[in-house]
Structure formats: C-alpha cells, structure tokens
C-alpha cells in the first residue's frame, strides 16, 4: 500500500514526508527504549503527530519496518548507491546486499538484534522484505555467471538463499557480540 501511495502522490507529497518523519521517529524511539516497549502512542508523540495521521500511513506498528527495507529495496540512492552507474552485474548486487549492512549500521546492533527475534518470534516483515528480492537477485547471479564474473555450483537460486543465510547469521553474530 505505501509504495503504492509513495508512486501516486510523488517523494515531494506531505503523505511521503509524513512516512519519513514517523520512520526517522520510530527508528529513534526503537533505539532508545527498544521496539517491543515503543507504542505508537510513543512514536506519535515524538513525531509530534495526530495517530489519524499515523494510521493515515501505516496501520500497526511493523509496517513501519516493512516500509523501512521495502524502501531500501526500491530507493534509486539510497546513500551512496546509484544502480545506474554500476558497470556490471557483480557490482549491482553486491550494492544490492550493501543495502542490509548499512541498515545494519543505521539500526546498531541493539535494535537490530532485537528485530532479529521479534522476526524469528512474530514475524515482522524482514525475511519477506529480503527474500521479495531473490528473483531479481537470482538474475543477477545468473547473468554473472553468463558473463564469466562468477563461477558456481548449484542454481543461481541457490547461491542467493546462501549467500543471503550467511549475511544473516554474520548480522546475527554481530548483534549477539553488540
């Protein structure tokens, strides 16, 4: 829905300024009293906004984190990355993946970790967001392959479900060592 909203009324809309505000809001709430103790309540008020507005955009409180990796995942540049200028297939999905580990950052460990089990426990959104991407990611693996960048065993489906499960167990030992 929020993508949806995001094309139709355009990045310059008070419907996406309002989404960032409550996104840059949220992420600050969830850092410093933690994701399961933050109530909309809590990040209603410290976006200094009505909950009709809130619930104008988002209709609980995970789709805050879904909206935040489904932006990653369409952001044209989303900090340092611009797809346009990548010069060929391994340097698009290596950016691609970057895109985690600088959300990694963003977030911290804390509230990474915590995101982490509220995932394995509730099921936020996370997985979905990352795997949304498998098929475009797949193409990629197989063009390298097509263009001598990379050889491999297994499908190129394969090779993104691994590659994709160690970045998570690495993200995971990051945030168990803080």
């Known amino acids: 829905m929020i993508r ?100 990694a950052e963003i977030l911290g460990p804390k509230l990474l970790g915590e995101l982490m089990q509220i995932e394995v426990r509730d099921s936020i959104g996370m997985r979905e967001a990352v795997q949304s991407q498998y098929v475009s990611w797949a193409n990629l693996v197989k063009e390298c392959r097509e263009q001598g960048i990379m050889e491999f065993w297994g499908t190129p489906e394969d090779r993104v479900s691994m590659t994709s499960d160690a970045i998570f167990f690495a993200v995971q030992n990051w945030c168990y060592n803080n």
């Open 4 to 103: 949806n909203e995001m094309r139709d009324k355009g990045r310059n809309s008070k419907y996406f300024q309002n989404a960032e505000h409550i996104l840059q809001s949220a992420i600050k709430q969830f850092k410093e009293y933690g994701y399961a103790a933050s109530s909309i309540n809590d990040i209603c008020e410290r976006a200094g906004i009505s909950r009709s507005t809130f619930y104008n955009i988002f209709s609980q409180k995970k789709d805050i984190l879904v909206y935040m990796y489904d932006r990653l995942n369409h952001e044209k540049n989303f900090r340092d990355f611009d797809p346009e200028v990548e010069s060929n297939a391994l340097e698009i999905l290596w950016n691609k993946y970057k895109r985690y580990l600088i959300l």
